[in-house]
């Protein structure tokens, strides 16, 4: 027997930076309402972004400097902590529901790229490319994972300096340790309700290869506002296993 759905059924799309949504990001967006038809899309835009009452400095300041990405790292965790539901970043790919995943408290992924992974821990840089998925997100309201999330954010400070321990996977898999995170790309079912599927579900841009080999629930673009990248390769890419799992 199913147990009950913990997950609401809304999507949050995160899109604050004033300009038009990018005929990329829409044909994404597209895709998650065709395949997940039942929840509501909730769009927070620069209106809606700016209306939220008591930021923390760190989102502010990140803010002011226009680096979205980072801005998103608080306010994807804000907005699930306050109504539930999903958020996936605007360049995720879905090839099925997640709705199955709904009957667990909070859902995300291992981030494994064995690459990065295998470079890191031979430069003793510490445990880069074995992280936790934030591109791909699923909560209850009120999960206290991401009222950890909220506090980190509400005590640091935004300093811009292209480094990768800033980043939010990185920060997630930190703060879920408490919780049992074990830094194996394996399924992991933690405690309070927090269930992670391994990297092979829900694909990093790097492993879009084992597509080949496998039938996952998402792929990561790994788009990288933060760096600019290219969006012309990544697309003719998405159009590729769209078609090759059904999904335009």
């Not at 799309?13 to 949504?21: C, M, N, S």
């Not at 194996?184 to 080999?213: C, I, K, T």
Request: hydrophobic share 45%.
């Amino acid at each position: 027997m199913r147990r009950s759905a913990m997950i609401p059924r809304k999507i949050h799309f995160i899109w604050i930076g004033g300009e038009a949504v990018t005929s990329e990001a829409a044909t994404f967006v597209l895709w998650w309402r065709r395949l997940m038809p039942d929840c509501q899309l909730v769009v927070w835009d620069k209106a809606r972004y700016e209306a939220i009452p008591g930021k923390p400095r760190y989102a502010l300041d990140a803010y002011a400097q226009r680096k979205w990405a980072f801005v998103c790292d608080w306010l994807r965790a804000y907005v699930l902590y306050k109504e539930g539901g999903w958020y996936f970043d605007s360049d995720v790919q879905l090839f099925r529901s997640a709705d199955y995943l709904s009957c667990h408290r909070f859902v995300s992924a291992v981030e494994f790229d064995r690459t990065q992974y295998e470079h890191h821990r031979q430069t003793g840089e510490g445990r880069l490319g074995m992280q936790m998925q934030a591109a791909f997100l699923g909560s209850e309201a009120g999960h206290p994972f991401l009222r950890d999330v909220l506090d980190f954010y509400q005590e640091a400070r935004f300093e811009f300096v292209g480094h990768e321990s800033l980043i939010s996977p990185v920060i997630y898999a930190t703060l879920a340790e408490r919780y049992g995170f074990r830094y194996e790309n394996a399924r992991q079912d933690l405690r309070e309700g927090m269930h992670l599927e391994p990297s092979e579900v829900v694909l990093p841009y790097a492993g879009w290869v084992n597509l080949a080999f496998s039938a996952p629930l998402a792929l990561h673009h790994c788009a990288h506002s933060w760096v600019d990248r290219p969006w012309g390769t990544n697309m003719r890419l998405a159009g590729m296993l769209a078609r090759k799992f059904g999904v335009e």
